[in-house]
């Protein structure tokens, strides 16, 4: 039902782009965001932004990658600017019908996931 597009392999100091699209069953969506696995470690948060356009950031990311929305269409993008070999790993986009507010990080709150897209940052 969220289906993710973009990623890939980018150069560090460079950028790459990903889309997310919630289709087919999912009515009212609030909050929207992206959350990533690298190799060895747990999912974690990397942006989110709420239906008013608020957004959250992990600090890794914060000045670097900017999240985005449109809400007539459903669709989330994570803008992922001077790219770190440490941004590698796998990048879930999420939604709920939730107003998340601060609790954006706690990963038990989000309620549709994408399948994963997968971002290799070469040094």
């Known amino acids: 039902q969220l289906q993710a597009s973009g990623g890939g392999v980018g150069q560090a100091g460079g950028f790459l782009r990903l889309s997310c699209v919630a289709k087919?069953?999912?009515?009212?969506?609030?909050?929207m965001g992206w959350y990533r696995r690298a190799p060895g470690k747990e999912r974690e948060l990397v942006a989110s932004v709420a239906r008013s356009g608020a957004a959250n950031y992990a600090d890794s990311v914060k000045g670097r990658f900017t999240i985005s929305r449109d809400n007539a269409g459903n669709t989330v993008y994570l803008e992922m600017n001077r790219l770190k070999p440490e941004d590698t790993a796998v990048y879930y986009c999420?939604?709920?019908?939730?107003?998340?507010?601060?609790?954006?990080?706690?990963?038990?709150?989000?309620?549709?996931w994408g399948q994963g897209t997968q971002v290799t940052v070469s040094s």
């Open positions: 087919g069953s999912i009515f009212r969506i609030n909050d």
């Open positions: 999420t939604a709920t019908w939730k107003r998340l507010s601060h609790r954006v990080d706690d990963i038990n709150l989000w309620d549709y």
